[in-house]
């Protein structure tokens, strides 16, 4: 099955809370003395889609996922790491982490507990608040927790989508040698990639 590229509707986070509010508006036009076949049926919707959201608001509070539904580490304990370490090569294969710059303050806490040389894990199936798109999140976990560094761009991860979100799916995760350059902000974070391919070739499998 072929990793899915954005969410559906009924994942995105918005959903119940768009439902409810379109459903709400329009109770100004269904009324009570509205055509039965009109307001029973809007009624039981507006019912479902009030204890959709009550359910999304309850598990929000209390479910704990670990990558969590945008992508984020909260640990490495519990999770399968394959480690991809870096190869020597005459051509340095190297990933720019994308989208750095709304991760400077994560980014400097890492370089602060880990140093600049040390270790990211590639997440697939990451995404922004209110994104549909999925996207490999990035995670540098050199300091005393992971920390969100931004995302691999769209023609870095294509090569490995597949092979990354197999591994996921059986809770198993890709590191890399990782690097953040610059002395201070804004900081860049490169990945170093020569040993992906080979540590992922078990996923096609």
Sequence with gaps: M???RSKSLFAWEPTPYLLVLVLLI???IVRPNSPAWL???????LVASLAWLLVVLLRAGRTRTNPDQWGNLATLDGLEIVDAPARTREVRSVMPVADV???QPAIDL???HGGADQQAVLVPRASRWLSMRYRVGVQ????????HAGFLSDTAAEPWLEPLDALRLRGAFVRVPARITGDSRPFG???????LAEALTPAHD
């Design 26 to 28: 329009l109770t100004g």
């Design 101 to 103: 710059q709304r991760h």
């Design 140 to 147: 540098l976990v050199g300091g005393d927790r992971p920390r």
């Design 189 to 195: 974070v490169d990945l170093d990639a020569s040993g």
């Design 39 to 45: 307001y029973w049926p809007f009624l039981v919707a």
């Design 110 to 112: 890492a370089r602060i």
């Design 2 to 4: 072929p990793a899915p």
